[in-house]
């Protein structure tokens, strides 16, 4: 080797790249990061303080307005087509749910009468005579099960919108499914509160028609040693329609997470925590006083019914589009 051979030929030879200039790769990259973690920051003090100031945020909408934001946060950094797509996906189905909360006062509003013998009456037929809410409050009041039946109930509020953001993230398809059939279930529950306005164990036991009924549902967040989130939930359901118990939505959407993640589960310990995710939310709201028996188990058939019938009513759309679009006349080519 002369003087002036290199050992690699010369189109080969790596180029220098000066740090901090336009072709150097890792600045850009540390500056998106920082404005990650900047708006990661922000984002979850905005959410703090609001949960601080309106207590926590227990609509679906509301929740899915900052599962938007988190995900927003997250196509951040992977540029406008990633923002765009986020927005075609998700602006659509957040519009429905606004539309959805809106009208959520018809349930209430159109004078129709609240149902609230009817429904302890077909409990007791059930069992045998026995209140299964009743029952339950005098016999299960261990410390462990109030934290529990807390966690398990409020955990209705966050699971599906942090499994729709988990889906788009990691599979849109299945995402759209999942969306679709929250819609579903969200309207199907909407018709059926304006038409059988229901009121709840514990609003039954206020009026006298049944023996009293505390409503438990958040004096497990008391032994946890976090009242202040008690209270903020307490705040936050101040809002909702008393009368909206038939179906369960909150057994109604267990049961769907199940649904939707069970095929995605890859142990047994997760299918089994799945299971058992959807069988205890009904036993916490039987418990505390928020549903009867009847309700919840209308709620799983609500569940089960949008699992079943949504997937096949799709495929019949889609035939019925392929075959309006095979049977449409060609155009005639234009001279």
């Known amino acids: 080797m002369t003087a002036v051979d290199l050992p690699f030929p010369a189109a080969a030879a790596p180029a220098l790249v000066v740090p901090g200039t336009a072709d150097a790769p890792f600045p850009a990259r540390a500056r998106v990061r920082v404005l990650t973690v900047v708006l990661w920051t922000a984002l979850a003090g905005a959410f ?33 087509r990633r923002m765009g797509r986020l927005l075609a996906d998700w602006l659509p189905l957040a519009a429905v749910l606004l539309a959805y909360d809106a009208s959520r006062g018809l349930a209430d509003g159109l004078g129709m009468p609240v149902h609230v013998a009817e429904l302890a009456d077909a409990d007791r037929w059930f069992t045998g005579g026995v209140l299964p809410t009743v029952w339950l409050q005098e016999h299960v009041q261990a410390e462990w099960w109030l934290a529990l039946a807390s966690l398990v109930y409020s955990s209705h ?16 398809r299945r995402w759209g499914r999942c969306a679709r059939a929250v819609v579903a279930l969200s309207v199907a529950g909407l018709a059926t509160y304006v038409l059988y306005p229901a009121a709840p164990p514990w609003l039954a036991a206020r009026e006298g028609v049944i023996p009293p009924v505390e409503r438990l549902s958040s004096a497990g967040w008391e032994v946890l040693g976090l009242p202040r989130a008690g209270a903020l939930l307490d705040s936050g359901q101040g809002q909702v329609n008393l009368v909206a118990a038939v179906p369960s939505l909150h057994t109604a959407f267990a049961v769907l997470m199940c649904g939707v993640l069970f095929p995605l589960a890859r142990r047994w310990w997760q299918r089994t925590a799945l299971v058992a995710y959807a069988v205890l939310m009904p036993v916490v709201l039987v418990w505390g ?41 060609a155009l005639p080519w234009r001279s």
């Open 48 to 80: 703090a303080a609001t949960c601080a100031t309106a207590g926590l945020p227990t609509d679906r909408v509301v929740l899915l307005g900052w599962v938007l934001a988190a995900l927003g946060v997250h196509a951040a950094g992977a540029g406008l």
């Open 157 to 172: 509020f966050v699971v599906t919108p942090l499994v729709l953001g988990v889906l788009w993230v990691r599979d849109r």
């Open 289 to 329: 006083g928020e549903h009867y028996v009847v309700d919840t188990l209308l709620g799983g058939a609500y569940a089960a019914g949008v699992l079943l019938v949504l997937p096949s009513l799709e495929r019949a759309g889609r035939a019925g589009l392929r075959r309006a679009a095979a049977a449409r006349p």
